[in-house]
C-alpha cells in the first residue's frame, strides 16, 4: 500500500571506509547524498502524502507532516542490526520495500521523505564516551520547523522532540 512503486534493481556499492573519526565523517557524506537522492524519488515522495493522507494531515500543517511521517516509520520500520562488522547503507525506496534497517537506515528514510514534501533536514551525531570527543556510535535527524531544529530519532520509544543524552554530538548538514 505504501511502496506503490515497482522494486528497483538491486544497486550494490562496495567500497572501504576509513577507521575512526575520518570513517565517521565518509559514512554521514553517504549518508546525506542518499538522503539527498530518496527525496528526489517519485516514489519516496508519494508514500509521504500518502502517509499525510492516512494521518488525516491538513494541508500546511508541516507540524503535522513531520509528526506522521516520524509516527510511520517507528511504527512500520522495524530496527535491524547490519550484518556483524559490515556498514550496510539502504536506500530510501529500498527501505520502503524491506521495511527494515538500523539508525542510519532509518534516518536515510526518514530523511528522504521529510526532504521530498519539503522539510529541511540535517544529521545528528553522537557519542557516549566523553574521553573519545570523536566517537560517533548513532545517528538521527533533525528537521527545521520555524526556526528551530527538532530532533527525531524514529528508533526509540520516544516522542518528537526527544535526542539521546550524549556528552558528544556533532551536527552534519545535508548542504
Request: net charge positive.
Amino acid at each position: 500500500m505504501y511502496a506503490p512503486c515497482q522494486r528497483s534493481p538491486l544497486k550494490i556499492y562496495r567500497g572501504h571506509i576509513p577507521k575512526g573519526y575520518a570513517g565517521t565523517l565518509v559514512t554521514a557524506r553517504y549518508i546525506a547524498d542518499l538522503i539527498k537522492d530518496g527525496a528526489k524519488d517519485f516514489c519516496v515522495r508519494q508514500t509521504a502524502i500518502n502517509i499525510f493522507r492516512l494521518y488525516g494531515v491538513h494541508p500546511k500543517n508541516y507540524f503535522g507532516e513531520m509528526a506522521a511521517l516520524f509516527a510511520w516509520i517507528k511504527n512500520n520500520i522495524r530496527y535491524t542490526r547490519d550484518i556483524f562488522k559490515v556498514e550496510l547503507l539502504h536506500t530510501a525506496r529500498r527501505m520502503l520495500q524491506w521495511r527494515a534497517g538500523d539508525c542510519d537506515d532509518m534516518t536515510i528514510l526518514l530523511g528522504a521523505m521529510l526532504e521530498a514534501t519539503g522539510h529541511p533536514v540535517r544529521l545528528a551525531l553522537v557519542g557516549r564516551n566523553p574521553k573519545r570527543k570523536k566517537l560517533f556510535s548513532h545517528i538521527y535527524l533533525e528537521t527545521l520547523y520555524k526556526d528551530c531544529w527538532i530532533p527525531l530519532d524514529p528508533t526509540m520509544n520516544k516522542p518528537v522532540g526527544w535526542a539521546p543524552k550524549a556528552p558528544n554530538k556533532k551536527i552534519v548538514s545535508l548542504r
